[in-house]
């Protein structure tokens, strides 16, 4: 197979094994990064690349630079659009997230628009661009939330990063509906964890669980439900979606949802008493007085903690035909990861 992918974010936490998996299938991969330069964000995506049978070449691009993709789409079959910076410590929302994000989307699809040659472009996006709160379920009166739905309850001051997701996507759909060139497949992860390969990125995952074993929450964890899917699978779901042309539209992906403190409990399972755990559930009120050292703002613990949640995934196993990672084994298996490359004991 000669395909030629443009891949952005290729550097990233669930990127790197987008690439790696993409060059094992065969595929000349076209990176971009903001330096080619800085060889150590990709070194060990060269490495994989002597492995297989794929070709890996390094292209500069920035998010923020209008028509820096447009050299490298040109001749592309296709773009994995995954890069997006996904932190929760940020000083200006706009100019850290909303822009990259939104202006980011825009220029990587005006250069699918110019390239006379891509066909398909899958487009990371997030749970985060379904919904804001969890307690939008029960305001919006839903027993769960599908594909059908956008977040409409966040903004530029309340959850910026899933604002900056919903904006983004929203974008790509608008540019999409402009064209007939290429087809949009939308992959909406819900939150990621899985072994690492890249020890460069700043994904909040890796901040997560590194969080949870190094005792952030050994007073007790937020009673805080989320969707979790394991960082190999969402990786599968990419190629998935660029390969399979029977699937369009949005994807969710959660092997389930549950609870922070029951992530903490399933570390348990696997590693008993290694780690400061959490001893608890913190109670609400807690987490008012307390939440700022977990960078909870109050308006976030009232509408979240204690809220259920619901995502419908039966499309990504039924259209896309993702098979997932027991959670067990996600959670397992990163923390081995963090314990070989020496992230924590
Ligand atoms: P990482 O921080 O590991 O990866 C982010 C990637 O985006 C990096 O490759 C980074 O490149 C690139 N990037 C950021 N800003 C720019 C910029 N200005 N110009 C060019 N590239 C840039 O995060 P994840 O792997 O966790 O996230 C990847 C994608 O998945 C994001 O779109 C995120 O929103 C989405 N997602 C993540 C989830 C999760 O739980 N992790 C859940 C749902 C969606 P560099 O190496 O140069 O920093």
Redesign the pocket.
Known sequence: MDKVVLV?????????WVVKMLLEQGYIVRL????KS?QT?YSHLAAAAEQSNGKLEIWE????KKGSFNEAAKGADAIIH??????LRFKDAQKELID??VK?TQNVLEAANQSGSVKKVVL?????AVHGDNIDMKEQGLQEFTEEHFNTSSSLTHQP?SY??VMAEKEAWKMHDAQSAWKLVVI??????GPSL?N???????SFMKDILTGKYYLGAPELQLGF?D?RD?AKAHLLALENNQTEGRHILAERTTGVYEITQLVKEKFGNKYKLPLMKSPKMMLYLVGWMFGLTSSFITRNVGHSLKLNATKSKQQLGLHYTPLQKTVEDMVLQMQQDKVVA
């Open positions: 952005t974010g290729g550097t990233g936490y669930i990127g790197s971009t990064v903001r330096d800085k964000g691009a920035d998010l923020l995954m890069a997006s910076p996904f932190t990259p994000a980011g990371t996006s997030s749970v985060a990063y900056s997701k909406n992860p819900s939150f990621v964890l890249s460069a990125s700043n994904s909040e995952s890796l899917v960082v969402v």
